[in-house]
C-alpha cells in the first residue's frame, strides 16, 4: 500500500504488445535487485502497521521514504536515458482530456522522423496501448491495478522491454490523474500537462501540484469552447487557465 497516496501496488503488469504475457510474470512494482517505490521488505523496520501509527512526524517520514526510494530509482532511470541520448516525456492530465489522441496524431506526423516509442499507463485494459500501436509505434503497456499513477520501478521494467533506440523520443502516458502522477519522479526530461478547456479554469488552483511540476501546459479540446462559450466567455476563460498557469510559484 502506498503511504502517499493510499493505492495498492498489487497487480501490476507491463505487457509489450504483440506478446501473448505480461513481459514479467510477477504481479507487483519490484524492478530486481531494487528498492521498489511503494511499501517496505520485511525486516526493514516497518511493520504492516506503521501507516495508522498516530503522529503527523511518523506519516511524513514514511512519506519521505517512499518519495526518497522512487527518486533514487528515478536517477537511475535518468542516467539510463541520458547515456542512451533519450528524450522521455512525461504526458500527464486528467482522465479524458484527450492525452491519448493528442499522441496519436503526434505519431501520425512526426513519430517516425524522431523514432518515438510509448509506455502506457492504465489501471486496467490495451486499449489505448492498441490505439498506439495501429500507428507502428513500438509500444509497451503498465496497467497499475489499483495504482493511481506510475513511479520509478514500472518505467524502469517498461523500459526494459521497450528498449527505446539511442537518439530517439520516449514518451510515457501516464494515468488519467491530476494529483499522484505530479509527486513521482519517473527519470523524465520534462513534464507535460494538457488541459482540457472543458474542465473548466479552475484546474490550476485545485490542483496545484501538477501544474507547479509541469515543463509545458497544453491547453486541449479548443473546438468544444468554440460551442460551450461565446467569443467573449470563451476568451475569458481560456486567459484565466493562462494567467493562472504562469501565476504558479516557481518549482
Not at 522512487?70 to 486528467?94: C, I, W
Not at 512526426?110 to 492498441?130: F, H, K, N, P, W
Not at 499513477?149 to 539511442?166: G, K, Q, V
Not at 510515457?172 to 473548466?200: I, M, Q, R, Y
Request: overall charge negative; some cysteine; charged content about 20%.
Amino acid at each position: 500500500m502506498c503511504g502517499t497516496c493510499g493505492c495498492g501496488e498489487a497487480g501490476v503488469r507491463v505487457t509489450e504488445l504483440g506478446t501473448a504475457a505480461p513481459a514479467h510474470g510477477h504481479g507487483h512494482g519490484h524492478a530486481s535487485g531494487h528498492a521498489s517505490g511503494h511499501g517496505h521488505t520485511p525486516g526493514d523496520g516497518h511493520t504492516p502497521g506503521d501507516r495508522h501509527v498516530p503522529g503527523a512526524g511518523r506519516v511524513v517520514a514514511l512519506e519521505e521514504d517512499i518519495l526518497g526510494a522512487n527518486d533514487a530509482l528515478a536517477a537511475e532511470n535518468r542516467r539510463v536515458l541520458t547515456e542512451r541520448g533519450v528524450l522521455a516525456v512525461n504526458l500527464m492530465s486528467s482522465p479524458g482530456s484527450g492525452k491519448t489522441t493528442l499522441l496519436v496524431r503526434t505519431l501520425v506526423d512526426v513519430g517516425a522522423e524522431l523514432r518515438m516509442s510509448v509506455v502506457e499507463g492504465d489501471q486496467e485494459t490495451l486499449l489505448d496501448a492498441e490505439r498506439i500501436g495501429a500507428t507502428g509505434t513500438r509500444v509497451v503497456q503498465v496497467n497499475t491495478g489499483a495504482g493511481c499513477h506510475l513511479d520509478a520501478t514500472m518505467l524502469a521494467r517498461a523500459m526494459a522491454a521497450l528498449a527505446p533506440p539511442r537518439g530517439s523520443v520516449m514518451v510515457v502516458e501516464n494515468v488519467g490523474n491530476l494529483v499522484c502522477p505530479a509527486l513521482f519522479d519517473l527519470g523524465e526530461n520534462a513534464k507535460v500537462v494538457l488541459a482540457s478547456v472543458t474542465e473548466g479554469d479552475d484546474k490550476p488552483l485545485k490542483y496545484p501540484h501538477m501544474f507547479r511540476a509541469a515543463t509545458l501546459v497544453v491547453l486541449n479540446i479548443l473546438f468544444l469552447a468554440v460551442a460551450i462559450y461565446n467569443t467573449r466567455a470563451r476568451n475569458e476563460v481560456l486567459t484565466k487557465i493562462i494567467d493562472r498557469c504562469l501565476e504558479m510559484p516557481a518549482r
